[in-house]
């Protein structure tokens, strides 16, 4: 299976203050049709999981400008450019090039 | 808008079964891969299973396999789980969840004696 791995953890931030996040796939992501399947999740408190990102970089409907997506082979960061206070809750990133689907064990961000 | 309700969750003893359903709307459900996602208390999210438009192709995670079973119903717009041999470790909310992007609200089930 692949391994997604997250850093860090916890992430505390002061509001207006930017945020990175990190995750690392354990193999390459590249799909045969020359995609990347990589995608990210932001889970609010007592909410389901909503995807922000897909395919590396490209952000879903409505969600905001200052969350962007980046990287390339195995290595890939979600930015927040200045965090919220609605940005609280835990991401995810999330692979779906290989069977098993795999999600990284999540970061909690949270306001200082 | 698109919708996807989950139901079929409870309270299970060890070795019993269950079977989640979801009703979906708001987007073209017979185009879509559907799955099951789930998340123990306290924990990450974890890909169960998942089943292809028209139903020819299933996956599963290993520690499902064999025990629970993916099914769809295109003519209903809905998804199922059907879920026996169920262990205290499958306690969790399980999530109904189109394509990708589209998420349930999750139902809970709890296997425990």
């Known amino acids: 299976d692949v391994v997604m791995t997250q850093s860090p953890l916890s992430l505390p931030v002061t509001l207006g203050q930017p945020a990175s996040i990190s995750c690392r796939s354990s193999?390459?992501?590249?799909?045969?049709?020359?995609?990347?399947?990589l995608n990210w999740f932001q889970q609010r408190p007592g909410q389901s999981p909503r995807r922000l990102i897909y395919?590396?970089?490209n952000r879903d409907s409505g969600v905001p400008d200052r969350f962007s997506g980046s990287g390339s082979g195995t290595d890939f960061t979600l930015k927040i450019s200045r965090v919220e206070a609605e940005d609280v809750g835990v991401y995810y990133c999330?692979?779906?090039?290989?069977?098993?689907?795999?999600f990284g064990q999540g970061t909690k961000v949270e306001i200082k | 808008e698109v919708q996807l309700v989950e139901s079929g969750g409870g309270l299970v003893q060890p070795g019993g079964s269950l079977r989640l359903s979801c009703a979906a709307s708001?987007?073209?459900?017979?185009?879509?891969?559907m799955n099951w996602v789930r998340q123990a208390p306290g924990r990450g999210l974890e890909w169960v299973a998942n089943?292809?438009?028209?139903?020819?192709?299933?996956y599963y995670v290993d520690s499902v396999k064999g025990r629970f079973t993916i099914s769809r119903d295109n003519a209903k717009n809905s998804l199922y789980l059907q879920m026996n041999s169920l262990r205290a470790e499958d306690t969790a909310v399980y999530y109904c969840?189109?394509?990708?992007?589209?998420w349930g609200q999750g139902t809970l089930v709890t296997v425990s004696s």
């Open positions: 969840v189109g394509g990708v992007e589209y």
């Open positions: 708001g987007f073209t459900f017979s185009y879509s891969w």
């Open positions: 089943i292809k438009e028209d139903g020819s192709e299933k």
């Open positions: 193999q390459s992501l590249v799909y045969s049709d020359g995609n990347i399947y």
């Open positions: 395919k590396i970089s």
């Open positions: 999330m692979q779906h090039t290989h069977w098993p689907w795999t």
